[in-house]
Structures are given as structure tokens and as C-alpha cells.
């Protein structure tokens, strides 16, 4: 498995979002959700429309087996009203389009991150990197690593670091700024 970053750059989201917009309104919501939930790649693709008419998200996490409540970001809730917008409860937010109501897989949503990432030339993408950039830009925000550690569900703030790419930037800075 490939080693994927954050998008630091907010530009690039911009951009990344711009793009995806004009592609496919399904891609772009998938890119939404992801940087604005810090969920999983497997807990956002099986979410249908009903889901989306909440304020939150209650999800079981696929990888821990946990309940949990996500609130939605103001953002992701506007994006989520005009996106449902005519669609049935029981529908998948991210349809594919083989098969009568089934949702886009784990291969086929890391193929439109991909295309996305080479749109704006970006490498060390991949489906995490979404929850990545979510935790990248909430630390960046608020500089609470407890409250991101928690959220993530991580048990050692110092791995919560190190998984967002703080570590990585301090090395970058210490470097860029080194002389002898």
C-alpha cells in the first residue's frame, strides 16, 4: 500500500473541487464528503440519501465496529440539500452506475481521486487521503490534537501527528531552513 498525504494546499482542493464539479456532480460530492466528514472511504460510500437529510451522520465504522455520530459541516449540509434534491430515501449518495441502486466501489473512488490528483499534478493520493485532508485542515484550524485524535479515533496523539503529515511539514521546514 502507497503512503498518501493531506492536501495541504487549499488552492489545490479549490481546484480539485472546480474540476470535479464540471466532471461528475456524484466524484465532486465523494471529494466533499470526505474532506469535510474525516470518514473512511468505506464508511462513506455505502451512506444513501436518507443520510444525508440529517445534520450528522450515525454511522458503525466498518474498520472499528463502532457506533458514531459525525455532525455534518454547514458546508457539506448545503452541498448534501441541492445533491438529494429529487432523489429517493433509499437510494446510494455515490450510485455507480452498473446495477440498479448500487454504490461506486473502493477501486473506482480511488480511480477518481487519481484522475483528480493528476489534473492538479499531485502525487501520494489515494482514497485516505481525503480523511487525511480533513484532519490536516481541523488541526491547522484549531491546533487541538486531543480533539482530532478523538475524532479520528486514534489512540496516541503522537501517531494523529504523524498520520495528518504534521511530522512530515516540521521536517520540511527544518531542512528548508537549515544552513551551516
Known amino acids: 500500500m502507497n503512503f ?7 488552492d489545490m482542493i479549490f481546484e ?17 464528503t470526505g474532506i469535510n ?17 440529517k445534520p450528522y451522520f450515525n454511522i458503525v465504522e466498518m474498520k472499528t465496529n463502532k457506533k458514531k455520530r459525525i455532525d455534518m459541516t454547514p458546508q457539506l449540509q448545503r452541498e448534501f440539500k441541492k445533491y438529494i434534491e429529487g432523489k429517493e430515501d433509499h437510494e446510494y449518495l455515490f450510485k455507480s452506475r452498473e446495477g440498479l441502486n448500487k454504490p461506486i466501489g473502493r ?9 483528480a490528483a493528476e489534473h492538479v499534478s499531485l502525487d ?11 484532519g490536516y485542515h481541523l488541526y491547522k484550524q484549531t491546533g487541538d490534537v486531543a480533539l482530532l485524535q478523538k475524532i479520528l479515533n486514534h489512540s496516541d496523539p503522537a501517531f494523529t501527528l504523524r498520520y495528518i503529515g504534521i511530522d512530515q511539514d ?4 527544518a531542512i528548508k531552513e537549515f544552513k551551516i
Open 16 to 32: 480539485i473541487k472546480r474540476h470535479l464539479k464540471v466532471q461528475n456532480e456524484r466524484n465532486y460530492m465523494l471529494f466533499v
Open 170 to 173: 516540521a521536517m520540511n521546514k
Open 37 to 53: 466528514s474525516g470518514l473512511r472511504i468505506s464508511d462513506i460510500l455505502p451512506l444513501r440519501v436518507v443520510d444525508a437529510k
Open 4 to 10: 498518501v498525504q493531506p492536501i495541504r494546499d487549499p
Open 124 to 134: 501520494d493520493i489515494g482514497t485516505h487521503t481525503l480523511r487525511k485532508t480533513f
Open 107 to 115: 477501486s473506482m473512488a480511488y480511480k477518481i481521486l487519481r484522475k
